[in-house]
């Protein structure tokens, strides 16, 4: 296992979280599930947590409760390297949530996710600043980012 774990919250939604988000990502899995027993404190059979795996990387459910929510203060960043993977993670992790600027969404449990290519932190990195202030411009115009307007914006098109 891997040495630092994200833990997910959920207030009664764990179960369905990680079923969706092990349908949506082709490495996936659930490695173990446990159910609440008689000491409570939901009721006995109640799914407790999972275990589950995206993209080689784990992840632990727990339905904790309404004490225990999420903020954009912490987000799932997915790395696409097409505009096909963009397109695809974009709607299926936004079904249902709320669809934001600059690649930023929040999915039906209202977890943070950033769909972004990977190349965009490379063109807003750019030593030439003309360069990375024409892709920032382009990328606050846009929710679902595209890749060729940003190419076009760091290319000078």
């Known amino acids: 296992m891997q040495k630092i774990t994200t833990f997910l919250s959920y207030n009664g939604q764990a179960e369905e979280a990680v ?10 899995k659930i490695i173990s599930t446990s159910y609440y027993g008689e000491a409570g404190p939901a009721p006995a059979g109640t799914f407790m947590s999972a275990i589950f795996e995206l993209e080689g990387q784990t992840f632990y459910a727990l339905n904790g409760g309404p004490m225990f929510t999420f ?6 960043f997915v790395n696409c390297t097409t505009q096909d993977e963009i397109d695809y993670y974009w709607e299926k992790l936004s079904e249902g ?12 449990f209202d977890v943070s996710w950033q769909v972004a290519p990977r190349s965009v932190f490379d063109m807003l990195n750019d030593k030439d600043t003309e360069k990375s202030i024409r892709v920032m411009q382009a990328m606050l115009k846009m929710h679902k980012l595209d890749i060729k307007t940003l190419q076009d914006a760091y290319n000078g098109i």
Do not use: A, M
């Open 19 to 28: 079923n969706l988000y092990t349908s949506i990502f082709e490495n996936s």
């Open 71 to 76: 903020s954009y203060g912490i987000s799932l």
């Open 97 to 108: 949530g709320e669809k934001d600027q600059c690649g930023w969404l929040k999915d039906k």
